[in-house]
């Protein structure tokens, strides 16, 4: 009987130099692209000033969005953002539970990350104007941050350790496999 790759895939290769160097990688990344962000918005933040769509109110916005307008401009970049960190697993043809935990850990730190810089590197902002008054599309904060940072921080803690741990995934989630995969 051969291990599913998708529910059995194991973690032994990962060291922890590996692990400190893909947190690394998803800062730098984070780092390039809040100043990508920046040349982009200037101190006009989340969109305001560019020529896309907006959707101002709704209630799936106030749930899932943290009340924040949805635009055209970050409707595309959420969507790159989440393919890009989706295409190592795609093109290694590795799908698995732990591969995605480790993509969905990424990709919220990388947010937390890149929202955070935006405000540090931009000239317009900096870190004294990090603050409720000043980042009006913040609208609930908590202990000097977003509370999305708050939220976002320990699931995708979690989310890396279960990607990065060594107990067997089909006895933690008692599931079968939804995707199989094959490697010639």
Request: proline letters at 5%; glycine letters at 6%.
């Amino acid at each position: 009987m051969t291990a599913d790759p998708i529910i059995n895939d194991k973690t032994d290769g990962i060291s922890a130099w590996q692990k400190a160097a893909t947190l690394f990688w998803v800062a730098m990344l984070a780092t390039i692209f809040a100043n990508v962000e920046i040349q982009i918005e200037g101190g006009a933040g989340w969109a305001t000033s560019l020529p896309t769509w907006r959707i101002e109110q709704h209630l799936l916005l106030d749930i899932f969005w943290g009340g924040r307008a949805m635009t055209g401009y970050h409707a595309w970049v959420f969507t790159f953002v989440f393919l890009f960190f989706h295409f190592p697993m795609v093109a290694n043809g590795r799908l698995s539970l732990r591969a995605e935990s480790l993509a969905l850990g990424c990709i919220m730190l990388f947010w937390i990350i890149e929202d955070f810089l935006w405000f540090v590197l931009n000239p317009a902002y900096g870190l004294a104007r990090f603050n409720p008054e000043d980042v009006a599309w913040h609208k609930r904060w908590l202990w000097m941050a977003p509370v999305e940072y708050w939220l976002f921080l320990p699931i995708a803690a979690a989310l890396l350790w279960f990607a990065w741990s060594k107990a067997p995934v089909g006895k933690l989630l008692g599931t079968k496999p939804i995707l199989r995969t094959t490697r010639s």
